[in-house]
């Protein structure tokens, strides 16, 4: 992605924000209405030259509006730069344009309907329409990001990012093994709503790792922390709390059970705080107990 030179001078802006606001609205609109003039997303939907139906000659406008209609039914077509959507429906627009961008080859000229007849290649014109759409939101401190594949995904802190993503789980279970992933995978994801399910999914794989050793809960669990710390130390003890802790906010909240006597979690930053303070806990059992790769 292309660094400016206030990049270098004062370093990149922090990447907070979870919100993309009008003015970032109005630089991606400007990415995505350049794309359909220039025929880029094509790829996907291709307009067929009328002399010559089985040639293409630029993006078909109405069958892009119509799928992306279809798709996206929160978003108000046409897309207008000065509206701005909610910004979960945006994100779900720049993978929709990702899934139809190709980098557009001038072919034959057409004399009479003045254009010239394309081809797509579509991994250059992925890439460039990704790192586009990267920049854009980098340098407004927007806290997602396309990934190579044009998945939107979440950012966290640098240290928080690593330790999420190369993390690889080995408990030995089949099933815990999944949960995990499911649960990682849901935490980057950028809609409230899959970070609150990959929230449960960890809560989930917390108490299957609980029994790895054995069926005795209490004793399985108990290993598991005599590995981590040494019995008897301090740290030990701090470990003991620090699980029943994490058992009692699974227990009293809503997130894997709906009681009408528990509580919710009411911001998306409790719900961050509870899945890093939990992933962090199994991170360092899973590490000492040589299940995680």
């Known amino acids: 992605m292309f660094d400016y030179f206030s990049d270098h001078e004062r370093g990149a802006r922090a990447r907070t924000s979870e919100i993309i606001d009008a003015r970032t609205w109005a630089a991606l609109h400007s990415l995505i209405e350049t794309g359909i003039e220039d025929g880029s997303f094509g790829y996907r939907f291709p307009l067929s030259c009328s002399d010559s139906p089985t040639l293409g000659c630029g993006t078909d406008i109405r069958a892009f509006a119509t799928r992306l209609a279809g798709e996206i039914p929160n978003l108000d077509l046409p897309l207008e730069a000065h509206t701005l959507p909610e910004t979960i429906d945006i994100v779900d627009l720049l993978e929709f344009c990702a899934k139809a961008v190709g980098e557009p080859a001038k072919g034959s000229w ?45 950012l966290l802190p640098p240290h ?70 040494r019995p008897g130390s301090k740290l030990r003890v701090v470990l003991a709390i620090e699980a029943k802790a994490l058992t009692d906010i699974g227990n009293t909240h809503r997130i894997r059970h709906s009681e009408v006597s528990q509580e919710p979690l009411e911001t998306s930053f409790q719900v961050d705080y509870v899945f890093l303070r939990l992933f962090a806990f199994i991170h360092l059992v899973l590490t000492a107990s040589g299940r995680l790769g």
């Open 110 to 154: 057409h004399d009479y309907m003045r254009h010239y007849h394309l081809t797509w290649d579509r991994h250059p014109g992925l890439a460039r329409f990704v790192d586009d759409v990267n920049l854009i939101l980098a340098r407004n401190g927007v806290a997602f990001e396309l990934s190579t594949t044009g998945q939107a995904q979440r």
């Open 160 to 229: 928080l990012g690593q330790l999420l993503t190369t993390a690889a789980f080995r408990t030995g279970e089949a099933h815990t093994d999944a949960l995990l992933e499911d649960a990682r995978r849901r935490f980057l994801a950028p809609r409230q709503e899959d970070r609150r399910d990959g929230l449960e999914k960890l809560l989930d794989a917390f108490e299957r790792i609980k029994t790895l050793d054995s069926n005795d809960k209490r004793a399985s669990a108990d290993a598991l922390l005599d590995r981590a710390a």
